[in-house]
């Protein structure tokens, strides 16, 4: 456990040391993986699907807000849609100024949710986002979270339908419309994702801020049984085309990332806790006092004692 601490506290050093390269960085490879994975799956315009075009867009989200890039990345799917059908191109366009607007009228700082709950998807650990959201977010981050588990599925529709959407008449174009409406926003899955990840961040973000003992810890379990037991309500309503395996992958990474996430950001000794009391004119106060686990990185300095004389001749 030592070690451990040790190993936090030379993290939290070397990101205040190098905090103005470090976040530029993490903000490339966020903006970069997005424009790639947008590419890979629904690059229906070979122009904008070279990699180069990923990490030219990749370089320039490193230096603007979150929000910017997932503007940008919208209207790059805007792009590669237009190229096989221009009714699913105005569904997401349409799509994308709700999210906008939602996103900008609710929670302005939680744009980089709309970017990871897509990727955490294609990496099979979305169970993830709804436990550290609940964790050190607030519960307006249901917002965006639910608009970017829209995306992914949105994607996957796009991906998977791509022969079948191309080559539309303006005649038949009214009837194509409100087909694609339905079977986009019809998703069973898709919902039951939504309400699996809004009750589990509300659960989490519940039980976290009890005055209880290991009140993180009961949060992330509690968060992923609820993530279960609504996706095995939405199972026995819709029979959901679901992979077991893949969930319960998902699922036991997700938690271990949680619980390495609690480790550095709320590690805390509760054999040490603290009950104390105040008062003044108009109030008692119970105070209960729970100390963190902190360690001083160990500064190891060589000093010469015996210094070797020079040999005189």
């Not at 939290?12 to 530029?24: E, G, M, Q, T, V």
């Not at 003992?213 to 279960?228: K, M, R």
């Not at 095995?232 to 992979?243: A, R, V, Y």
């Amino acid at each position: 456990m030592m070690g451990l601490l040790v190993f936090k506290e030379n993290i939290k050093r070397l990101y205040a040391k190098c905090s103005l390269y470090l976040i530029p960085a993490v903000k490339f490879c966020l903006g970069f993986v997005t424009f790639y994975l947008i590419n890979e799956n629904i690059g229906f315009m070979a122009k904008l699907k070279n990699p180069v075009i990923a990490v030219v867009l990749g370089l320039v989200a490193s230096f603007v807000p979150c929000g910017v890039t997932a503007f940008f990345a919208g209207c790059l799917m805007i792009a590669h849609v237009a190229q096989v059908s221009l009714e699913v191109a105005l569904i997401l366009l349409v799509f994308i100024l709700v999210v906008m607007m939602l996103y900008y009228g609710f929670r302005p700082g939680d744009g980089y949710l709309l970017l990871l709950t897509p990727i955490l998807f294609f990496v099979n650990i979305p169970y993830l986002v709804p436990l550290l959201v609940g964790l050190s977010g607030s519960l307006v981050s249901i917002v965006p979270v639910s608009c970017g588990v829209c995306v992914y599925y949105m994607m996957m529709y796009l991906k998977q339908n791509a022969g079948v959407l191309a080559g539309s008449t303006m005649s038949e174009m009214a009837a194509r419309f409100v087909q694609i409406v339905k079977n986009v926003f019809g998703n069973e899955l898709m919902w039951v994702m939504v309400a699996a990840f809004a009750a589990a961040i509300l659960v989490v973000f519940l039980i976290k801020n009890l005055s209880v003992d290991y009140a993180w810890s009961i949060a992330i379990v509690a968060g992923v049984i609820t993530q279960l037991a609504v996706i095995f309500i939405g199972d026995f309503n819709f029979n959901l085309p679901i992979s077991a395996g893949s969930m319960v992958t998902g699922i036991v990474l997700s938690v271990i990332l949680a619980l390495i996430y609690q480790f550095f950001m709320f590690a805390v000794d509760y054999s040490r806790t603290e009950y104390l009391q105040y008062e003044d004119d108009e109030y008692y106060y119970y105070v209960k006092a729970v100390p963190k686990l902190a360690v001083s990185a160990p500064d190891v300095k060589v000093r010469r004692i015996n210094s070797r004389k020079a040999v005189k001749h």
